[in-house]
């Protein structure tokens, strides 16, 4: 990849842009929070965080279920290798302090409790079903994916209410060690 000067002079505005509006930039000890509202007028809360996408995506879950709680509004997130993305659906900001509001002792058990209900599992549980032929076969053919994905939810919704579901179960210990990061929990 060829860095031109005109992209070393763009990033060196951006870092320069960055410092002047927050004073400071993330690093191993620092994650920066900026709010803000986008040209909807949505409130949201960016979570610069340069810890990698394992303790984002555990961190996410945790800061979307404080603000969802302190606003009383249906929060939404995204994450990736760099930070979180919080926006709320409706006129409401996002309270400050989420992240001093986190308690590092209930993570790990909150994170578990929430796992069922996320993306990662839904997918992992899919999997798990189909291999353990609990979704069905049609004729050696293959299923569409939607038709996979549907029959996954409804088993899925059938089996999250029985916590003692073996594939309920297997899947909750497949899915946890890429949600809940101890170390990065602990923090």
């Known amino acids: ?3 031109t000067d005109q992209d070393i002079a ?3 505005r951006h870092l320069r842009d960055q410092l002047a ?4 930039l993330p690093d ?4 920066l929070l900026e709010h803000f509202s986008d040209e909807a007028g949505e409130h949201q809360l960016m979570v610069h965080s340069i810890f990698g996408r394992r303790v984002n995506d555990a961190l996410a879950l945790l800061l979307q279920r404080a603000a969802a709680q302190a606003s009383g509004v249906d929060i939404k997130a995204w994450d990736d290798d760099n930070g979180i993305l ?3 659906m409706g006129a409401r900001a996002i309270p400050d302090g989420l992240l001093h509001s986190l308690d590092p002792a209930q993570a790990a058990p909150l994170l578990r409790a929430m796992l069922p209900a996320t993306p990662l599992f839904a997918m992992a549980f899919r999997y798990n079903a189909g291999r353990a032929l609990m979704m069905g076969a049609r004729s050696g053919r293959r299923q569409a994916l939607w038709v996979q994905r549907l029959r996954g939810a409804e088993a899925l919704s059938l089996a999250v209410g029985d916590a003692r579901h073996p594939l309920i179960n297997y899947t ?7 949600v809940i990061y101890q170390r990065g929990g602990d923090r």
């Open 21 to 24: 509006a927050t004073g400071c």
């Open 1 to 3: 990849m060829r860095v």
């Open 172 to 178: 909750q210990n497949d899915a946890e060690p890429g």
């Open 10 to 12: 763009r990033a060196a």
């Open 86 to 88: 919080l926006y709320a």
């Open 28 to 31: 191993d000890r620092t994650i």
